[in-house]
């Protein structure tokens, strides 16, 4: 049997979230819906197997392990995992670096 973990959202990254969908919306209303869905299924899919996510590279380089990162194209999702917990801390462009 598969251990399921609960996914909890930073107040941080409800507001990376918003702030994007907010800018896509602008433009393109409906183009913001489709992000926003794919963006919350992704990160509601960690629920499973969050180890899945890759460690963030430019975190690794320095020799931190402690943060993963889900693509949801162009968005990364970066979060941590703590005992049975997956905690999303940050929606970025991942043009960015972190």
Same mark, same amino acid.
């Given at each position: 049997? &598969?251990? %399921?973990?609960?996914?909890?959202?930073?107040?941080?990254?409800? =507001? =990376?979230?918003? &702030? @994007?969908?907010?800018? @896509?919306?602008?433009?393109?209303?409906? &183009?913001?819906?489709?992000?926003?869905?794919?963006?919350?299924?992704?990160?509601?899919? %960690?629920? #499973?197997?969050?180890?899945?996510?890759?460690?963030?590279?430019? %975190? #690794? =380089? #320095?020799?931190?392990?402690?943060?993963?990162?889900? @693509?949801?194209?162009?968005?990364?999702?970066?979060?941590? @995992?703590?005992?049975?917990?997956?905690?999303? %801390?940050?929606?970025? =462009?991942?043009? #960015? &670096?972190?």
């Amino acid at each position: 049997m &598969n251990t %399921l973990y609960n996914v909890l959202w930073a107040s941080v990254a409800e =507001d =990376d979230l918003k &702030n @994007i969908i907010l800018y @896509i919306a602008e433009d393109s209303p409906t &183009n913001a819906r489709t992000i926003f869905g794919k963006i919350k299924e992704k990160a509601a899919s %960690l629920t #499973q197997f969050p180890e899945r996510g890759r460690t963030v590279p430019e %975190l #690794q =380089d #320095q020799g931190i392990f402690l943060y993963r990162e889900l @693509i949801v194209t162009p968005w990364r999702i970066m979060y941590r @995992i703590s005992d049975k917990k997956v905690y999303i %801390l940050s929606v970025l =462009d991942s043009r #960015q &670096n972190v």
